[in-house]
């Protein structure tokens, strides 16, 4: 018995008649994937390499290879995760400059290339160098005056539009599934659902075109949370090199988490933070093994990124920053404010561009996508050119306000009226009063924080790719150097309130308005994506300096308990509801008292269970069940609801059509047996059709009386497709995934019907 | 049907009478827990808050500080854990300098507090401070000499004695279990298995105190791990403030793998590492829930230490470094040799410390636990005294190999001959000729590796606190930095080689060996440990740069790969083994072909399982099959192997005991009644029993047919104790956690017996 049970576990599918047919143990689009199966499919395939491997020098060889398999993978996802981004950020560098002028030297280089040479690096001398050209400069020979700047706007504002339509265009045309960030797809890919070409070579290919052309374009949108996307892409590309991860849909996802880490690596510069990303906000089942490839692909990416050097600087981060000067306990007051502040953002912003995009979905607003586009681009245009601090790229703004004043600086931030007997030495500046600069910059820094606030609440979501890790960051940013410029005046003016009098002595270098630029960045970020350990990390590894890690936790702690008591999602579980994914959340815990009897199909009063005999149905009794149900598998059983075990639909529909073709005998009415050892036939009846072989003699059986909080908890650690409900050894019912996500919908009082595929 | 079931769910057990009887539902020493009947209870007992919460003000507040208490304990962890590993580093130096001499000043100053006051900071120059006597100037007045050498040795050797002989009748006499490195067992621990005792307040007391002890000796070990150990004792000790936590066994087990990152952060001021170590290292069950708060308490541990600051530099680390030069592609060469060295050494240790433990408790030497001690003890001190890499701490030497030569280093191994002519900065040394002191530095550190390796072998494992993190270290820096001065010498001599040619022309600063020691360090730490990704970034954030994590990488992979190839055991797990906890590893892949019907119990020609039926059997039926079997628990049917539940030994012992005591009318021939609605009973027969509120009406089950590797990861990912199996519903035997862990070492050929708790 033992031998013959060892033909017929679910794992041993395959060995009973190797490779029976085609697709067997596949999956549909749009269906969810059985992690317990896919892990007994792989440990089946390694003890079949294994037991090989003994056999001769060339299988052993084999089996080395398909045992560094990935390794490879990693290396392979890191090095093109890393040029692509190297090659996205030099790309967005020239086409963003494109839009206000050109290179005469050599049209190719960005602005910043083009001046190099020249000696003035620092953000208002830029523009004095000569290879630089205006396009007024260029098309009509003025670089100053009315008509100039007119000329300059407007063609800032056809590049614009330009890059825009190509890129709606692109994504419309050639993939579909290249807009939006991706990251809430991803997260449900990952926790096993199958988006057949979501993760394909087009979508790869047009997301990074499209992902230069939109952030060229200036529109409120970053390309950190499409880099992830993308690098996924690169990730499923490469494991399909394998058969191991081709073949393999659980093994695959282990690959796309490592490959989501490698994302966040080159998007931030932060390989460990980019690791904690992918454990913490988007992986399922993150074991131990792909924690420590994660962090090898995320190291290869962020080195292949580095020496493609795309900021010039041989700096690893986005934002590197460098203060000089410890923060003081009065300041976690201010920064405390700043959290508050980013758990509201989080809140408006989630709040109302969920109902823009619910909106989007069910009007005839999302008939017309282009448009939208267009017409969005063109407002933002308009708004931003005018204003210094949107019209630039939304990462140098976040850049510059990150940075401290050195005594170097010139941009209009740093126009502090100096002390002319000033001999410190140029990192130790004192607090010094502000000066007319920096009471413009805080006036259209403000104006900035509203239009910011408002336009990317209709940019995230529309038909293009866009990332929402800048704007919110940008957001913070904003918000937090102005409350640090006023804390800063506060302290220099008023060095004898009783707040600023233990820390803060006249002279003194006390506040840096950049940390909290940096603070309210994390604290914006927080309040969107509810991340927490990975942001702090994140934000660590642009420091680089543990000094600054507890105003970051704090506003990061305060901004998500801010969020969270207005409601639970951040903005990807948001989108992943609104799309009705199936998604079942491994935070959310399940405190309701209701039992599985409550959950389970058939409920009361409905026609029993569709279950299969073990011996006496036909094949034709078998095509009319499937053909009149659309379940996704049924209970196999011996007479009075006796289980023994569970067939695929997929598998049935595949084993019946195959038997017919190749199978000499079997007819509509063969009888079907599910039994170890068929009785013989009589000659004159038709064949019979064995079909043990795709039947799962394991299936996962609960009581009747389990709570149903410990069937989620088995559902989410087990990655269960569907569970079956017995009492006392008889079978009443069945849950599937769906059902278990429709009934927690339906206990937080949402619609049970928004839950959509299987 | 729906409210029946639902007052009886086994997560639901309090609610039928409050709180029935004491001890309900807790565990024996040395059994394992079912985290899913924990959780279930977690969940119960919130729900009960969150309804109660809307009752009144009252408690509404009680509530909040109940989900706040979370949060209050990992501050309370931080803080103390801080503040015990800086009162250790206070001591631990003042005890160490102790052994040599003491400060005429103040005699609780360590050698170098002593001499702060005068200006001579660097190696050679400390020991010129005059307020700081050796004993020899104390005592007889002489400082050079051999008389004064031999009586400074003599006294050396007297301290360690005292210091030890103090530690091991500490351990023997109050504390039994604060003996060892603690990170086995607390692996264990976490993992679901009772240990009483191991993490109280004494334990907690005396390992504190006996650690500042015998890492004052100079024993050959580190006081990384211990600190794992109290920092996990404090975690138990708050976590019994809070009826949360301490009620519920899976509650406590987040608190303490939270403080075991409190722990690391503290051991090497690394909290990211730390938190990384306890999810990769020691967690079992590791939410993001916890993931989050280990973050805070490491931060907080981390925190504390530099407000204490015990290195006297305001550095968090424990070995800050700072190199001026990068690495080159071909030094990767050696370093992957120091990569495979570390993996040799890591084998060898894992193995001869192993059998020498063995022997330990099987032969007498077992039985002289303090003679052991202090014969080691001896031996290491009379063989460490004349080599000043051994006489001084084992953490000094390791900072001072990992430190390059400054300008201004005066020590030993920086005694290269200069170039008169040398104008160069400080910063920027070229490669140097070594000079005498360089080569007499050689063959000392030569000896004490030899020593250090074979010494080490029989330190760990002895009856006092004792960790291998630091002399793990200390073996792979000792290596590293001879070959990193071979290289260095090597590229200084023959510039012209084709392998230097490329990178180090003359005159340059090619080589640092001091790299070159910290890689060999994370070589040797991840061959006996086998950490991966904890490893490399516990270095980077020593170095607080992410320029040398390729080496380290390279050299952590490659020493576990040697080490692997050797025997996939680390040293924690082979100490698990040996002491035959029930530890189920979430690393080890079970890929053997068995099923669940190969495992269960009874076996084939064993008598049947024991069951209760659930409405006919009298109390003494129950306390018969009680008595006679030694079965944790036991499955409740209905006629003919129905099953319907599953009862524990504990919870029917209690509750026995408790109706005898307390319910009018039970006797030893009262029906014992497991049903929802027992009948009637006739007036003059005896009361009934009712036990439907101890019965699990939820147990697990699988089919007999179920592969064993799908039982495995049940087991692991549910956390369960045991699990019933099923064919076609009826009951056909049962597979506890010892029956899996017994199967699984049969399979990997080794002895089944070996696993001794249950």
Redesign the interface.
């Known amino acids: ?2 031998n013959a ?2 033909m ?5 599918l395959m060995d009973f008649l190797d490779e029976p047919f085609p697709d067997v143990g596949t999956y549909e689009d749009f269906h969810t994937i059985d992690w ?1 199966r896919e ?2 499919r792989d ?1 089946d395939r ?2 079949k390499i ?1 037991n090989k491997s003994k056999e001769s020098i060339w299988e052993f060889i084999k089996s080395l290879l398909d045992a560094w398999s990935g390794w490879v993978v990693m290396l392979l996802i890191g090095l093109l995760a890393g040029t692509l981004a190297g090659v996205i950020d030099l790309a967005v560098d020239w086409m963003t400059d494109l839009k206000e002028g050109v290179c005469l030297e050599a049209f190719w280089y960005s602005h910043e290339q083009c001046c190099w040479t020249s000696n003035e690096t620092t953000f208002e001398d830029r523009d004095k160098c000569p290879q630089w050209q205006k396009w007024s400069e260029l098309l009509v020979n003025e670089s100053e005056g009315a008509s100039a700047y007119i000329l300059n706007y407007f063609l800032y504002i056809l590049w614009a539009l330009l890059f825009v339509f190509l890129a709606v265009s692109l994504v419309r045309v050639f993939a579909p599934y290249a807009c939006g960030s991706g990251i809430p797809e991803i997260k449900t890919i990952l926790s096993g659902f199958i988006i057949r070409g979501y993760l394909g070579k087009w979508t790869l290919l047009i997301k990074t075109v499209t992902l230069v052309l939109v952030v060229s374009s200036g529109l409120s949108l970053g390309k950190e949370g499409p880099l992830v996307h993308v690098a996924c892409c690169c990730g499923n590309c490469f494991s399909s090199l394998f058969s191991k991860y081709s073949k393999n849909e659980g093994k695959r996802r282990e690959v796309l988490s490592a490959a989501a880490a490698a994302g966040v690596s080159v998007a931030f510069g932060a ?2 933070g980019g ?1 904690l990303f992918s ?2 906000e988007v992986s399922y089942y993150f ?2 093994k792909t ?2 490839r994660s ?2 692909a995320a ?1 290869v990416a ?2 292949t990124l580095r020496s493609i050097n795309p900021f010039g600087n041989s700096r ?1 981060v986005l934002f590197y920053v460098e203060y000089h000067t410890p923060w003081y306990m009065a300041e976690l007051f201010p920064f405390i404010l700043l959290g508050v502040f980013g758990g509201l953002w989080g809140t408006l912003f989630i709040r109302c561009n969920i109902a823009w995009c619910r909106r989007r979905k069910t009007t005839r607003l999302g008939k017309y996508p282009v448009l939208e586009v267009i017409a969005v681009t063109a407002i933002t245009a308009i708004i931003a050119y005018p204003n210094p601090y949107t019209r630039r790229s939304t990462s140098e703004l976040i850049s510059e306000l990150f940075n401290d004043c050195g005594a170097l600086e010139s941009s209009q931030l740093c126009d502090y009226i100096n002390d002319p007997n000033m001999t410190r030495p140029v990192d130790d500046i004192p607090d010094r009063p502000a000066g007319t600069g920096v009471y413009m910059a805080m006036w259209q820094l403000a104006l900035a924080l509203v239009f910011k606030i408002i336009i990317t609440i209709f940019t995230f979501g529309m038909k293009i790719p866009s990332g929402l890790f800048i704007p919110s960051m940008a957001v913070g940013a904003i918000a937090g150097r102005i409350v640090g410029i006023g804390v800063e005046q506060l302290a220099y003016h008023h060095h004898d309130w009783i707040i600023f009098k233990n820390w803060c002595r006249p002279g003194a270098d006390c506040v840096t308005p950049g940390l909290y630029a940096m603070v309210g960045a994390a604290a914006c970020l927080g309040g969107v994506t509810r991340m ?2 990975s942001l ?2 994140i934000m ?1 590894e642009l420091t ?3 000094e600054y ?2 105003p970051l ?1 704090a506003a990061a702690v305060t901004s998500k308990w801010v969020a969270d008591a207005f409601g639970k999602e951040g903005i990807y579980e948001a989108h992943i509801h609104l799309n009705g994914y199936p998604f079942l959340d ?2 959310d ?3 309701h ?6 959950v389970m199909r058939p409920r009361r009063g409905e026609p029993p269970l569709s279950v299969l005999t073990q011996d006496s149905m036909t094949v034709e009794d078998v095509e009319t069940l499937i053909k009149e149900t659309d379940y996704n598998g049924f209970p196999v059983v ?1 007479s009075k609801e ?3 075990g569970f067939a695929q639909r997929r598998d049935l529909i595949l084993a019946i059509k195959n038997a017919r073709q190749h199978q000499d005998g079997v007819v509509s009415n063969s009888i079907v047996y599910f039994t170890e050892d068929p009785p013989e036939v009589p000659a004159n009846s038709p064949h019979m059709l064995k079909l043990r072989r795709i039947l799962n ?3 996962f ?7 149903m ?2 069937v989620v ?2 559902f989410r ?2 990655g269960l497709r569907q569970c079956l409900v ?1 009492r ?4 009443l019912g069945i849950i599937t995934k769906k059902d278990v996500l429709r009934h927690m919908a339906q206990m937080a009082n949402q619609d049970p019907e928004s839950i959509m595929f299987n």
Do not use: Q
């Open positions: 018995m033992v049970g060892n017929n576990g679910s794992g041993n317990l892990k007994s440990t390694h003890r294994t390989p460990i690791v454990l913490e074991p131990l924690l420590w962090f090898f190291l962020a080195f690893l927490t350990v702090v990390v660590f680089g300096g543990l890690i507890v936790m491994v935070k815990e399940f405190t008292r209701t039992l599985a009897t409550d011996v006796r289980l023994i003699l394991s299936p059986t609960v009581t009747d009386h389990t709570p909080e410990t908890d088995i650690k087990l017995t006392s050894g008889r079978l």
